[in-house]
């Protein structure tokens, strides 16, 4: 390891967000082994999660036991208040089990951050009576809500709620009139119903469907964080939770809960591919029959292509992570250079961790398109991944080349 690596590496264990306040924590080492511990299991189960297009009971239940979902959730309501470091460890490890498995969770344990920034009031009405509620979310703003007497009247629909199934509580993006903006507004399980139309070919066991309102519903104004508050450095929640971690404006440090399912699942697919290489003799309808599969130079390779995308995507997104969570530690505002330039870090990051898989699945041959054998889906999944706006390169890149040229940046910071 160089200099620079091992210095990036270090001041990353030192990261705010892999030390917890709260008491009754365990440690980040504990938690990461843990879900070290349940990747066989999920890779099991990989196939059944994506033949159901959801993420099971069982398997929900097996993260709430964990604590993941407290990892990020404020100490007041039982949670550990880790940071997005934590995240990223805790994650990329599910990942290598199963890619779908490890976007739920993620999602699931980002929004007990992200209630965290809003009022007191919203979070004592998700977690007063239920401390282990989760929320799914479906952020895209382009539904408009009505200002009524003490709140909000919404209706529509809000597609790509990943793990819908298992969560009583949405946060749902939204068009605000007064602020001629967009925010998030919180509506309990009661107030919805789902539309069951995730039929997908890659992470098609997140469950990711449609949240329906089909008549108008009241959300209380309490209910609310607008997307500038998220962004600011000051939102409500702050008022209560003094955690530095809910500082951190939203799109600095958010997207790490995408890549690092996607950062797992690299990880992942090197691991299943050196454990075909090691079982899998060529039958070699030209040649090369007999030899087994990592005895061919451009096998081997590839295998070092996806290790050095792997290892440079996880310094990447170390270096980002824990420079936010330092700025916020320090009482120092995050700059809109370094804003960008995580969302910069965030795509690559997904770049790299695609290329990793796509390197991988490119010379495993016919035999791993069998729908059991799991390179096969990772490399499904890591495509899905990569097509999402917010990781997407194409999107990002423009942006980044936008702010580094002196003209105003056109995207999500």
């Known amino acids: ?147 009524v007497d003490g709140g909000y009247l919404i209706r529509g629909k809000w597609r790509f709620a990943s793990n819908v199934d298992n969560s009583p509580w949405a946060v749902l993006g939204v068009q605000l009139p007064e602020e001629n903006g967009a925010g998030f507004l919180l509506a309990p399980r009661c107030d919805w119903s789902i539309e069951d139309d995730w039929h997908v070919a890659g992470q098609a066991g997140t469950g990711s469907k449609t949240v329906v309102i089909d008549k108008p519903t ?15 450095g000051a939102p409500p929640g ?25 950062l797992g699942t690299a990880q992942g697919a090197i691991d299943a591919f050196v454990e075909l290489c090691e079982n899998r003799v060529t039958r070699g309808g030209i040649g090369g029959a007999g030899a087994r599969l990592g005895q061919f130079a451009h096998v081997q390779s590839r295998l070092a292509d996806a ?31 370094t804003r960008i330039r995580n969302r910069r870090g965030h795509a690559y990051a997904a770049k790299l961790s695609h290329s990793a898989v796509q390197a991988l699945f490119s010379c495993v041959g016919g035999s791993s398109l069998a729908l059991d054998q799991p390179v096969q889906r990772m490399w499904r999944d890591a495509n899905a991944i990569a097509q999402h706006i917010t990781l997407n390169w194409d999107a990002v890149s423009t942006m980044v080349g936008q702010h580094m040229l002196g003209l105003e940046p056109k995207g999500a910071y």
């Open 1 to 147: 390891m160089s200099l620079e690596q091992s210095s990036i590496r270090d001041a990353a264990i030192k990261a705010p967000g892999r030390r917890s306040p709260a008491a009754n924590a365990p440690s980040l080492e504990s938690l990461v082994s843990t879900a070290r511990a349940l990747v066989p299991r999920l890779r099991e189960r990989g196939q059944q999660t994506e033949i159901e297009r959801r993420v099971s009971e069982e398997t929900n239940q097996l993260f709430h036991r964990a604590g993941f979902f407290r990892l990020m959730q404020p100490a007041r309501y039982g949670g550990y208040e880790y940071g997005f470091t934590a995240l990223l460890d805790v994650i990329s490890e599910i990942g290598r089990g199963c890619t779908s498995s490890a976007w739920a969770c993620s999602l699931g344990t980002i929004h007990q951050w992200l209630l965290g920034l809003f009022p007191a009031q919203a979070q004592d009405d998700v977690w007063g009576k239920n401390p282990r509620a989760i929320m799914c979310g479906s952020y895209s703003p382009i539904t408009a809500a009505e200002a």
């Open 218 to 232: 009241f959300v209380p104004g309490h209910r609310k964080l607008t997307f500038a508050e998220a962004a600011s």
């Open 238 to 262: 702050a008022a209560v939770n003094p955690n530095p971690l809910y500082s951190i404006p939203f799109l600095s440090a958010i997207p790490v809960c995408l890549v690092a399912p996607l």
């Open 307 to 337: 290790a050095a995308a792997v290892d440079a995507a996880r310094l990447v997104l170390d270096r980002d992570i824990t420079d936010v969570e330092l700025t916020a530690a320090q009482g120092r505002r995050v700059s809109v250079e």
